[in-house]
């Protein structure tokens, strides 16, 4: 089972809950036991798992600003977007998560989002699911 999100972004920095549309192809896909693999084939947004709280997000985009901020990037002479590209990799670009009877192994307060770097921007998250059956 293979499938893409298109998802746009309105901020430099933002994050996106994407969990009710990955938890719907889970469902949609009838895998009862396997593994889920959430990707973003971008190199200037990521996936993390965190709790959608509003104050909780803004913290994010706060850590996202001072861990890049007061550094003078090489890479900005050429597309001015070290960040971006940096948050990204640091971050990750995906996640895989247990499926088991039907539903995603998760926390309860972990809420599958994009992160975004380098906004506003179309994105595609790439959903893949492999079964154990
Ligand atoms: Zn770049």
Redesign the pocket.
């Known amino acids: 089972m293979f499938k893409e999100l298109n998802i746009s972004t309105e901020n430099r920095y933002q994050l996106v809950d994407i969990t009710e549309e990955i938890e719907e192809i889970v469902k949609e896909s009838k895998v009862k036991n396997g593994l889920l693999l959430v990707f973003v084939p971008h190199s ?1 947004s990521g996936i993390v798992l965190t709790e959608n709280e509003k104050g909780l997000k803004n913290d994010w985009i706060e850590i996202f600003k001072k861990l890049t901020s007061g550094i003078d990037f090489e ?1 900005n002479k ?2 001015n ?2 960040d ?2 940096l948050l990204s990799g640091l971050i990750g670009q995906g996640r895989v998560l247990p499926i088991k009877d039907g539903k995603i192994i998760r926390g309860t307060w972990q809420q599958i989002f994009l992160a975004e770097f380098d906004g506003p921007r179309e994105r595609k998250v790439i959903v893949e699911i492999i079964t154990k059956n």
């Open positions: 200037t890479h050429i597309d977007n070290a971006s590209h």
